[in-house]
């Protein structure tokens, strides 16, 4: 059997930034601005909401609540990491595990926060929310650089291919 080029088997970044995890953060950047607005000046406290969750019947609504924490897309491109390299399909790379189980993991992390504030009997007190809050809204906070920023720069280095 001649030995198969190794050409015909380099490794391709196949995980890309998931729209969905990338719009939860750009929904938490908008809500923690408009929370520090309505903090300060006196205003009520409104909860965080997914823009794009149909949660017409209130909170309570459980039906819907996963759909925008969706991690299917991300999913079907980690099996394709994973499926066997041929020719046609190349392997994906070790930086397409780690960027494809972060964001599943923090869209899995952010529903189970939604479903445990607003299935409890209590929800928690809002002392020294303006602070983090003010934090979150900022373009150099928390949600920006520790995962969208990051997970781009992991991509990027995904797809650097070395020796090519």
């Not at 409104?46 to 609504?61: I, K, M, Q, S, T």
């Not at 980690?78 to 020719?87: D, I, M, Q, R």
């Not at 809002?126 to 602070?131: A, F, M, P, Q, S």
Request: proline share 4%; net charge positive; aromatic share 8%.
């Amino acid at each position: 059997m001649a030995a198969q080029s190794s050409q015909e088997f380099r490794p391709r970044s196949k995980v890309n930034m998931d729209a969905n995890y990338e719009g939860r953060f750009r929904d938490f950047i908008t809500h923690a601005e408009d929370a520090v607005s309505n903090l300060s000046q006196g205003r009520g406290h409104v909860w965080f909401r997914p823009g794009d969750w149909n949660g017409a019947l209130g909170v309570a609504e459980l039906e819907n609540m996963s759909e925008p924490f969706s991690r299917q897309d991300i999913f079907d491109e980690f099996s394709e990491v994973l499926s066997p390299a041929t020719k046609q399909a190349p392997p994906g790379t070790v930086g397409d595990i780690i960027a494809a189980t972060t964001m599943a993991e923090t869209l899995s992390v952010m529903e189970r926060a939604l479903r445990m504030r607003h299935t409890m009997r209590r929800i928690r007190a809002t002392c020294h929310v303006i602070g983090r809050k003010k934090a979150h809204g900022s373009d150099t906070g928390p949600f920006t650089q520790n995962n969208v920023e990051y997970l781009r720069g992991l991509l990027k280095q995904s797809r650097q291919v070395k020796g090519a």
